[in-house]
């Protein structure tokens, strides 16, 4: 049996901080080329998804990269910066494609009812 899976899960305060550090590295990379693209009354904007490009760079992109950094480091940059890892309960070693999107379906199943 690999040590990895004798780890307890991560705490709730540690992984809501990596959370933030994700959300807000991401926020640094997309909010700037948002701006450029719909100026800045994107910012006043009451919509949820202003347009195109706000639904490519603030959804599909976020979650294609949630999956691959999942499967390729097995972690997130936040979590990455706090030594925290995602891994497959089965082994212990981080998920292929194919669990990193089943988590990521499970997630946003779930966030619906938050």
């Known amino acids: 049996m690999n040590s990895l899976t004798l780890l307890p899960?991560?705490?709730?305060?540690?992984?809501?901080f990596a959370l933030l550090i994700d959300y807000g590295l991401w926020a640094l990379l997309t909010w700037p080329i948002l701006w450029l693209v719909y100026g800045?009354?994107?910012?006043?904007?009451?919509?949820?998804?202003?347009?195109?490009?706000?639904?490519?760079?603030?959804?599909?992109?976020?979650?294609?990269?949630?999956?691959?950094?999942?499967?390729h480091s097995g972690a997130t940059p936040g979590k990455q910066l706090l030594g925290l890892r995602v891994i497959n309960a089965g082994d212990g070693q981080?998920?292929?494609?194919?669990?990193?999107?089943?988590?990521?379906a499970s997630l946003l199943a779930?966030?619906?009812?938050l």
């Open 94 to 104: 981080k998920p292929n494609y194919m669990q990193a999107l089943r988590r990521l």
């Open 40 to 71: 800045e009354d994107w910012l006043r904007s009451p919509l949820l998804w202003e347009g195109y490009w706000n639904l490519v760079l603030s959804g599909m992109l976020p979650a294609l990269g949630l999956i691959l950094f999942w499967s």
């Open 110 to 113: 779930v966030f619906p009812t």
């Open 9 to 16: 899960p991560a705490r709730f305060l540690p992984r809501a």
